[in-house]
């Protein structure tokens, strides 16, 4: 039990004392990138769904 309770007193000093959290202007800004990023994603996966979806339709059309 006491290993234990040396861990947990060890992680909360780890956590409070030795870990830099972000400002909340880089969390922003990190928001903002994947933002951002989520939605070239998106876009990217959509057009690449519609070329496929046409390409598929054209040979289906050509074989029917």
Sequence with gaps: ???V???????????TE???WPTW????NSAVVVLVA???IALLIFVM???SSNLLELLY???S
Excluded: H, N, P, R
């Design 38 to 40: 989520s939605v070239i």
């Design 49 to 51: 769904d519609k070329a």
């Design 18 to 20: 030795k870990v830099t």
């Design 5 to 15: 309770l040396d861990f947990l007193k060890s992680s909360y000093v780890e956590v």
């Design 1 to 3: 039990m006491a290993k």
């Design 61 to 63: 059309g050509i074989t």
């Design 25 to 28: 202007a880089q969390l922003q």
